[in-house]
């Protein structure tokens, strides 16, 4: 089921115009064709920072420490996932080139065979990704 609902009416909405706006839109659930990329992409960078404790910031940073760099290659290889961005397109927004998004996800996929529950931990972001719903 949805476990979470996030509003975006326009900014600068009076309260009405928003509730037009939301009760004539649709509410779509997370799906890589459902919803625009950017969103999507804000969504799993949110998640992901909420579940290792990093903020945003730093998981966009060129900070390495474990923690930080663990939350990236993990957003990289979840949006190489869920998106059809290029890997070029991925490095840009965390201000990288293809050749290292390409090693993130190596190196996740790796993480999936060497890592104790490290599957059902990356199972599970998804599926918190994919359950949010959106109103836009």
């Keep these: 089921g949805v476990k979470n609902v996030i509003c975006l009416p326009h900014i600068g909405a009076s309260t009405s115009e928003a509730q037009k706006r939301i009760g004539s839109e649709i509410v779509s659930i997370i799906d890589p064709g459902n919803i625009p990329t950017d969103l999507l992409i804000e969504r799993i960078l949110t998640t992901v920072s909420s579940y290792y404790g990093e903020s945003v910031e730093n998981i966009k940073s060129k900070k390495k420490t474990g923690n930080i760099a663990t939350a990236r290659h993990v957003a ?16 840009g927004i965390f201000d990288r080139d293809h050749s ?15 890592v104790n529950n490290f599957e059902d931990e990356l199972t599970r972001l998804i599926r918190d990704i994919k359950n949010t719903a959106v109103l836009f």
């Design 100 to 114: 290292t998004v390409i090693s993130s996800i190596e190196r996740i996929e790796n993480n999936i065979k060497t």
């Design 76 to 91: 990289i290889y979840i949006i190489k996932q869920l998106t059809e961005l290029t890997l070029k397109e991925i490095g």
